[in-house]
């Protein structure tokens, strides 16, 4: 099992819509977790820290389920800006951050 | 606001030379890490650092190197420039010791090895 996976999409939606990306993590000592956003040729920027208790930041909406090592990231009203690739990001033995491959959105008018 | 400073956009060398991308944070943070992005592989996490003088093997170290000779300095050294280390090259830093802290990347390099 990867370290930290992630459906690869992409993901095609119109503007307003609703989109959900998952992702699953394979070290149960895993204590932080990201998601990330990373436009074309940019670097990767953080988007928001992810909580036992879920937590949500304007239209964004993250989960976490330890039991299960699941993450989930919910985006309402889509915009065209949202089109970028989203990366979930776990802690490896509370050091290094690793990275899913990503999951690609693009939002169309 | 965290500044991490790569010191190359754009990077084009010849097989087997030495190359050295450098990377400097100015949070005073304690870990610093070198990561490469390549087409459908994501990022992959060649080395990181805890502290000065401190360095640990990350997923794919083999052909690097890396220095930490100052806290705020992190270099990444290609000993001899392979074409298959064409790559995006990112730098980051992190506080040490708070959860739920992220990482904050550099602007990366882009490295061609010819």
């Known amino acids: 099992r990867k370290e930290v996976e992630q459906d690869p999409g992409p993901f095609n939606v119109p503007e307003g819509a609703t989109v959900a990306f998952n992702c699953t993590y394979s070290?149960?000592?895993?204590?932080?977790f990201f998601w990330y956003r990373q436009d074309c040729r940019k670097e990767p920027k953080l988007l928001m820290s992810?909580?036992?208790s879920g937590n949500e930041d304007g239209r964004f909406t993250a989960q976490l389920n330890r039991a299960s090592q699941y993450i989930s990231l919910l985006i309402r009203d889509s915009k065209l800006s949202d089109s970028a690739t989203y990366l979930c990001?776990?802690?490896?033995?509370?050091?290094?951050?690793?990275f899913g491959k990503g999951t690609t959105l693009s939002v169309s008018s | 606001d965290v500044k991490v400073t790569q010191s190359s956009r754009y990077l084009v060398k010849r097989t087997g030379e030495k190359v050295f991308l450098e990377c400097v944070q100015d949070?005073?943070?304690?870990?610093m890490f070198w990561y490469r992005q390549d087409p459908g592989l994501g990022l992959r996490l060649i080395y990181f650092?805890?502290?000065?003088?401190?360095?640990e093997k990350g997923d794919i170290p083999e052909g690097y190197s890396v220095s930490r000779e100052k806290k705020e300095r992190f270099s990444l050294i290609l000993e001899s420039a392979s074409t298959n280390q064409t790559s995006m090259y990112l730098c980051?830093?992190?506080?040490?010791?708070?959860?739920?802290?992220?990482?904050?990347f550099g602007d990366g390099t882009r490295l061609s090895i010819l």
């Open positions: 980051a830093s992190r506080l040490l010791g708070v959860d739920n802290q992220p990482q904050h």
């Open positions: 949070m005073d943070h304690e870990n």
């Open positions: 070290n149960s000592a895993s204590q932080s």
């Open positions: 650092s805890y502290d000065v003088k401190m360095k």
């Open positions: 990001v776990v802690t490896r033995a509370g050091t290094a951050l690793i």
């Open positions: 992810v909580y036992s």
